[in-house]
């Protein structure tokens, strides 16, 4: 029973998080197109985007994490290979958030300037994100 709370509240706060990842994602490249960054509208944007990360994606991310590993714990699968090969991908889209709440900030405290592309995609997020999933819904190995 225990599992299954911890594999539903892990499943909950994964969607929120990737809505998150995604959001900031969408708004850096928004903001990247946009002829004069740094005016009011934008950087209401930005403030916006900022206000939902620490809202919901931080949290959400945090918990993925707290219930995750609860439920590993729980099931026994330290050892597994698709495991530990997820934590890898989980550890790069932690990493990936952090540097995007970092841009988002910078962007947020920086008038008129207009950033340099940071090279990441919403498509390259899907991707990590579906090769999570399949990870743990195939349990490879």
Same mark, same amino acid.
């Given at each position: 029973?225990?599992?299954?709370?911890?594999?539903?509240?892990?499943?909950?706060?994964?969607?929120?998080?990737?809505?998150?990842?995604?959001?900031?994602?969408?708004?850096?490249?928004?903001?990247?197109?946009?002829?004069?960054?740094?005016?009011?509208?934008?950087?209401?944007?930005?403030?916006?985007?900022?206000?939902?990360?620490?809202?919901?994606?931080?949290? !959400?991310?945090? @918990?993925?994490?707290?219930? =995750?590993? /609860?439920?590993?714990?729980? *099931?026994?699968?330290?050892? %597994?290979?698709? &495991?530990?090969?997820?934590?890898?991908?989980?550890?790069?889209?932690?990493?990936?958030?952090?540097?995007? !709440?970092?841009? @988002?900030?910078?962007?947020? =405290?920086? /008038?008129?300037?207009?950033? *340099?592309?940071?090279?990441? %995609?919403?498509? &390259?997020?899907?991707?990590?994100?579906?090769?999570?999933?399949?990870?743990?819904?195939?349990?490879?190995?």
């Amino acid at each position: 029973m225990i599992y299954l709370l911890l594999k539903s509240l892990h499943v909950i706060a994964v969607v929120a998080f990737v809505a998150g990842l995604l959001l900031q994602s969408l708004v850096l490249r928004i903001y990247r197109a946009m002829p004069v960054p740094g005016m009011p509208d934008e950087r209401r944007l930005l403030s916006q985007a900022q206000r939902w990360d620490r809202i919901v994606t931080t949290p !959400a991310l945090a @918990l993925t994490w707290i219930c =995750g590993l /609860a439920a590993a714990m729980q *099931a026994g699968w330290f050892a %597994s290979g698709w &495991l530990q090969a997820k934590l890898v991908v989980v550890l790069i889209l932690s990493m990936l958030h952090g540097l995007q !709440a970092g841009e @988002l900030r910078r962007l947020a =405290g920086a /008038a008129g300037t207009a950033p *340099a592309p940071s090279g990441r %995609s919403p498509a &390259l997020l899907l991707a990590l994100v579906a090769c999570a999933v399949a990870l743990a819904v195939a349990k490879p190995g």
